[in-house]
């Protein structure tokens, strides 16, 4: 199992940019696929980002394709949400998830470790 932590959320008008990190614990991270997930109110989680074990290969929803990227480091055992160009439609709680499992995999099956969460608001 790993253990993740989120962090990074926050209030933001649109068009500006957020970072969320997400850092584990536990020996499988730099083996694990990880990704983000958003729950908005009133909606189910969904998935919006992924990045393989060596943070070569990465796999984003339409919705945000352009303007988010996510990345890993492996020697800190933290994977980034770099969140740009930011829409009143991307507010929700934002969850890092752990798995092993491929990208789309991720994309299309909701499984592995979860992190407790954080809230990205963005005003219009």
């Known amino acids: 199992q790993v253990q993740l932590v989120e962090g990074g959320g926050g209030l933001v008008q649109a068009g500006g940019s957020l970072r969320l990190s997400c850092t584990a614990s536990?020996?499988?991270?730099?083996?694990?696929?990880m990704g983000w997930f958003r729950q908005a109110p009133g909606k189910e989680r969904e998935f919006v980002a992924a990045?393989?074990?060596?943070?070569?290969?990465?796999y984003y929803a339409d919705s945000v394709k352009g303007r988010f990227t996510i990345s890993r480091d492996n020697v800190k055992n933290t994977v980034y949400l770099q969140m740009n160009s930011l829409k009143p439609e991307d507010t929700a709680v934002y969850y890092c998830?752990?798995?092993?499992?491929?990208?789309?995999?991720?994309?299309?099956?909701?499984?592995?470790?979860w992190g407790q969460g954080t809230q990205v608001t963005v005003s219009s």
């Open positions: 990045v393989s074990w060596s943070g070569n290969s990465a």
């Open positions: 536990g020996r499988t991270f730099s083996s694990s696929t």
């Open positions: 998830n752990a798995a092993d499992t491929s990208l789309i995999g991720m994309a299309t099956k909701q499984s592995g470790s």
